[in-house]
């Protein structure tokens, strides 16, 4: 079965520390990995893409790493800002080649930065 | 601002009454999904459609149907509701069949009491 596990559901830290989101995923056959941020209310937002032969990518403070191996992502935060606290979610692309080429979400880890 | 638009922001009804979510995609997009967050839940796809056409259906109740329009415009379709249909409804759009990036408009939060 096609799923994404993030951990952890929610995590509570002080600016201007690091902190890293895990995301693992069983989906096959694997397109590419997405996270999005999203604040409270609103839609979300994405933050990086990897395929399968990427390891890292960065977007600023933001940092996602691929182990197409293991199945394993992870987001890591650097200096955060109260303005990070928000749910991330992480969004797997099944292969083009597949019937539907669906998207499978994570439940997305809750991020609340304290001053 | 993602270029994807969804109204109303803000909607409350009653039980057993119908509402229309409307959504326009960003520019040129010619997929546009149709998610469901309720209350510290994950975002449930309940269906696709590209350039028109049905393209893909998802966890989507029979009480609702949703159609895209000629000019791309889609409009969910929400009937006979329920408390549990409470929740945030968002759009998102993108410019192929094939999910690549997704572009989500702001949401509709449906309050149904």
């Known amino acids: 079965k096609n799923q994404v596990e993030q951990s952890p559901q929610s995590l509570i830290i002080l600016e201007g520390k690091n902190c890293t989101l895990q995301?693992?995923?069983?989906?096959?056959?694997?397109?590419?990995l997405r996270w999005y941020k999203q604040d409270t209310g609103r839609g979300p937002v994405s933050l990086t893409i990897?395929?399968?032969?990427?390891n890292t990518k960065s977007n600023g403070r933001y940092t996602a790493t691929l182990d197409a191996d293991t199945k394993q992502s992870s987001l890591h935060i650097t200096a955060s800002q109260l303005s990070d606290s928000a749910s991330y979610i992480c969004?797997?692309?099944?292969?083009?080649?597949?019937?539907?080429?669906?998207?499978?979400f994570g439940r997305g880890t809750q991020l609340t930065v304290w001053p | 601002d993602s270029g994807v638009t969804q109204t109303p922001k803000h909607l409350i009804t009653a039980t057993g009454q119908r509402v229309t979510l409307r959504c326009s995609p960003r520019?040129?997009?010619?997929?546009v999904y149709w998610y469901q967050q309720s209350l510290d839940q994950g975002l449930q796809f309940l269906i696709q459609?590209?350039?028109?056409?049905?393209?893909a259906k998802g966890n989507i109740l029979e009480r609702f149907s949703a159609q895209q329009f000629p000019d791309l415009h889609s409009e969910l379709n929400l009937s006979s509701l329920e408390l549990g249909d409470s929740a945030l409804y968002f759009c998102?759009?993108?410019?192929?069949?094939?999910?690549?990036?997704?572009?989500f408009g702001e949401g509709s939060r449906l309050t149904v009491l």
């Open positions: 998102a759009s993108s410019l192929e069949s094939e999910p690549g990036e997704l572009f």
């Open positions: 995301c693992n995923y069983t989906v096959s056959p694997f397109s590419n």
């Open positions: 990897m395929t399968f032969s990427e």
């Open positions: 969004v797997v692309s099944s292969d083009r080649g597949s019937t539907l080429g669906r998207l499978y």
């Open positions: 520019s040129g997009d010619l997929s």
């Open positions: 459609y590209y350039n028109g056409e049905e393209r």
